[in-house]
C-alpha cells in the first residue's frame, strides 16, 4: 500500500516570505499526485494535480505554484506568502486508491 | 459543476447519542461518494464509500446511503463515542477523472 510523507506539519511564515511544502510518496510507481488546501471554514479545494514527471496542472489561479522533479515527489511553493495563504495543506496520491498525507498547517503572519 | 455541501458544526453530542450529518451534493455525471474522517493531528482517513445509487457505505458503526434521488450522502451512527470526535468530510469523485470534491467538514465533540 502506498504511504505519504509530507512535512513539516506546522509551519509559520512571515507575509512576503517564500515557501516550499515537500510530499514523498512510498509504496507506488507512476502515482497521480494532488496538493489541496483547507482554508479557515471552508472545504478542502484541489490547487494542482500531476500525472507525471514535469507534468502539473492548475485548479485555481493563485500565489502558488507546484512542481514535480522525480515520479514520487511533489513541491508546493510560493515566492511570496500573502497573508491569504495561510490555511491547512494536504497531499494525496492515487494509485489504485487514494491515499492522503498528515497535511501542513500553515500560518502567514 | 460538481460542489458538496454538507451540515456545518460544531456538533456536540452526548456518549451514546445518535449522529446524523448531512451531506447533499451536485454532480454532472454519476460520482462516487465518500465519507473521510479527519482524527486531531492527523491526516484524512477514507471511513465509507458508496460506488452507485441506493449503495449502502458502512464502517465502524457509520452507514450512509447513496440516494440519487435527493442526492444525498448522509453519515448515521445509532451510539457515538468520545473517540468518534473528529472532522468529517463528505466528498465526491467523478467516475472518469481522480479529482475530489470536498465538503467544508464537520466537526464532531462528544462528551463524556
Known amino acids: 500500500s502506498q504511504t505519504i510523507h509530507q512535512w513539516p506539519a506546522t509551519l509559520v511564515q512571515p507575509v512576503g516570505s517564500p515557501l516550499s511544502l515537500e510530499c514523498t510518496v512510498e509504496g507506488t510507481s507512476n502515482p497521480n499526485l494532488y496538493w489541496y488546501r483547507q482554508a479557515a471554514g471552508r472545504g478542502l479545494q484541489l490547487l494542482f494535480y500531476?500525472?507525471?514527471?514535469?507534468?502539473i496542472s492548475s485548479e485555481v489561479p493563485q500565489n502558488l505554484s507546484a512542481s514535480r522533479p522525480q515520479d514520487r515527489q511533489f513541491i508546493l511553493s510560493s515566492k511570496k506568502l500573502l497573508l491569504s495563504d495561510s490555511g491547512f495543506y494536504l497531499c494525496?496520491?492515487?494509485?489504485?486508491?487514494?491515499?492522503f498525507g498528515s497535511g501542513t498547517r500553515l500560518t502567514v503572519v | 459543476g460538481n460542489s458538496v455541501t454538507q451540515m456545518e458544526g460544531p456538533v456536540t453530542l452526548s456518549e451514546e447519542a445518535f449522529l446524523t450529518i448531512n451531506c447533499t451534493y451536485t454532480?454532472?455525471?454519476?460520482?462516487?461518494l465518500f465519507w473521510y474522517v479527519q482524527y486531531p493531528g492527523e491526516g484524512l482517513q477514507l471511513l465509507l464509500k458508496a460506488t452507485k445509487a441506493d449503495d449502502k457505505g458502512s464502517n465502524k458503526g457509520f452507514e450512509a446511503t447513496y440516494r440519487k434521488e435527493t442526492t444525498s450522502f448522509h453519515l448515521e451512527k445509532g451510539s457515538v463515542q468520545v473517540s468518534d470526535s473528529a472532522v468529517y468530510f463528505c466528498?465526491?469523485?467523478?467516475?472518469?477523472?481522480?479529482?475530489?470534491?470536498f465538503g467544508s467538514g464537520t466537526k464532531l465533540n462528544v462528551k463524556p
Open positions: 494525496a496520491s492515487s494509485r489504485g486508491g487514494y491515499t
Open positions: 500531476s500525472v507525471g514527471i514535469g507534468q
Open positions: 466528498a465526491l469523485k467523478e467516475d472518469n477523472f481522480n479529482k475530489f470534491y
Open positions: 454532480a454532472t455525471g454519476y460520482p462516487s
